[in-house]
């Protein structure tokens, strides 16, 4: 799928700083730049001749890494005093290279692909928010264990293509989580996928596509999380909505009925029943996990 340059980030509280991706060309490093001291943002790429001056720029704070050069990638860790990275369009056999970048507070990393290691990003000790999207390679997220100052994740994959995810247990090494954003995903790990989340008491918002999961986990996260704000992009969870003449059912596959179907508004009832009977199941795995734990 050719990339898009649309700007998935939540942008409604101060996780984000970084530049809407659209605007990553009005900073381009290519021509020359007179006043570097006034430099704060540059995106580089393979093409540009003077991407050099970026080292010329004592107060540049957020660098876009579009389709970069290898040496672009290996001297881009001198920048120590960066906060805000993107990276788009990348083959990588690691991203050691960011690891290195210490005072980075947001990451995106788009379409970057080649490695399946995580572990660099544990050395960010200010690292509040990451994006993750078409990630090839990786499908555990475990070495993301251990990040405390992350408030924000969003994994994501494309229309074409569904970013997998072994399991939720690394969400317990994230203990100062707000939101949970998660898009075009393949849920590996049976239900309670979730159980995990329990762990998380510090989270306010979970974003979910109203067809990503199975059913079954969005009755268990909003039964889990009476207190958090649990949607999709475009509104609340809706049970049965209207879409195309049908009245869709919340979850992956979880199916429809014909709105001029006779006997819609008995589907519809039927579904909403299951859906309750899900969540007092939901609560008894809840309370039972409770008292493993010794909560």
Known sequence: ??????????????YWRIIPNIERYTYSANEEINNKEEVRILTI?????????????????????????????????????????RVTHLRTKDIEFIGRLINLEEIVLEYVS?????????????????????LRKVSSFENLKGIESLKYLRVDGTVDWNQPIENFEFLKGLPNLEVLSLGFIINKTEFPA?????????????????????????????TALPNVECRSKGGNWELCWEYNDYYEFLGKRAG????????????????????????????????????????
């Open 45 to 85: 790429s393979k093409n540009d001749n003077n991407w050099n001056q970026v080292f010329n720029c004592p107060n540049i704070e957020e660098i876009t890494l579009h389709e970069p050069s290898k040496d672009q990638v290996q001297r881009i860790s001198d920048l120590t005093q960066i906060t805000r990275l």
């Open 194 to 222: 979730f159980l995990p989340i329990l762990k998380l008491n510090k989270l306010k918002k979970v974003i979910v596509g109203r067809a990503t999961l199975n059913t079954k986990e969005y009755a268990f996260l909003e």
């Open 256 to 295: 429809r009925v014909k709105i001029t179907n006779p006997k819609a508004t008995e589907k519809c009832q039927e579904f909403v029943n299951k859906y309750e009977e899900i969540k007092r199941e939901s609560e008894q795995i809840i309370k039972d996990y409770s008292c493993q734990q010794g909560v």
């Open 114 to 134: 080649g490695f399946s290691d995580l572990s660099p990003l544990r050395n960010l000790k200010r690292l509040k928010s990451l994006h993750f999207e078409n």
């Open 1 to 14: 799928m050719k990339y898009h340059f649309g700007d998935f980030l939540d942008r409604t509280d101060d």
